[in-house]
């Protein structure tokens, strides 16, 4: 079992930053990768940025060149820049164990125009 809790959402207005934070607990040792999912309203949930046990990251195409992932022992984090009203969402942080996929319950980032 792992537990994760976000932290770092809110508003902020177009084309500035923010950095999310996740902590993760509880069978960490088992993390294969971390990483980010977003919901914005009336859309599919979609897969932002991860990073490997590894160090290896991956972007969606929305966020290359705007957000950062990092990973800090049993944290991960997502520096977020020039943010658009695009960004708009509820950011999901999520850990893969095994075959496993545990999620943390969410934190909204609003970004206005």
């Known amino acids: 079992q792992v537990q994760l809790v976000e932290s770092g959402g809110g508003l902020v207005q177009a084309g500035g930053s923010l950095r999310l934070s996740c902590a993760a607990s509880?069978?960490?040792?088992?993390?294969?990768?971390m990483g980010w999912y977003r919901q914005a309203p009336g859309k599919q949930r979609e897969l932002v940025a991860y990073i490997t046990s590894g160090g290896s990251t991956n972007y969606a195409d929305s966020v290359k060149g705007r957000f950062t992932i990092s990973r800090e022992n049993a944290k991960v984090y997502l520096q977020m820049n020039s943010l658009n009203v695009e960004d708009t969402a509820v950011y999901y942080c999520?850990?893969?164990?095994?075959?496993?996929?545990?999620w943390g319950t969410g934190i909204l980032v609003t970004v206005s125009s």
């Open positions: 509880g069978n960490i040792f088992s993390i294969n990768v």
């Open positions: 999520y850990a893969f164990v095994g075959a496993m996929n545990y």
